[in-house]
Nanobody, 118 residues
């Protein structure tokens, strides 16, 4: 059974940083295209960052380009999202997911809450 456990969220002020991690079990992250998805208050889920299976290619939602960095920690079988210069509009629950057929796949984890507020 594939499971994802997200962690690293918290409450920060604008301009600060957080590092999210997603521990995977039931599959090897190095073998799959993967992504981070977020769901803000009163909104539907949206993908924010995607990385290909080899880790050589990354893609970002325009609003996070230059501030977020997605990577894989193959030794820990984990997906990582480094978030810098956070803004209030980044407030959301963040999930990791497989990337399939041009979109995010099922959200399997509980997510981790990120709140950016002064």
């Amino acid at each position: 059974e594939v499971q994802f456990v997200e962690s690293g969220g918290g409450m920060v002020q604008p301009g600060e940083s957080l590092r999210l991690s997603c521990a995977a079990s039931g599959l090897m992250v190095s073998n799959y295209d993967m992504c981070w998805v977020r769901q803000g208050p009163g909104t539907g889920p949206e993908w924010v960052a995607m990385i290909n299976l080899g880790g050589q290619r990354t893609f970002y939602k325009d609003s996070v380009e230059g501030r977020f960095t997605i990577s894989k920690d193959n030794a820990k079988n984990a997906l990582v999202l480094q978030m810098d210069n956070l803004k209030p509009e980044d407030t959301a629950v963040y999930y990791c997911a497989l990337w399939r057929a041009g979109d995010y796949d099922e959200l399997r984890g509980q997510g981790t809450q990120v709140t950016v507020s002064s």
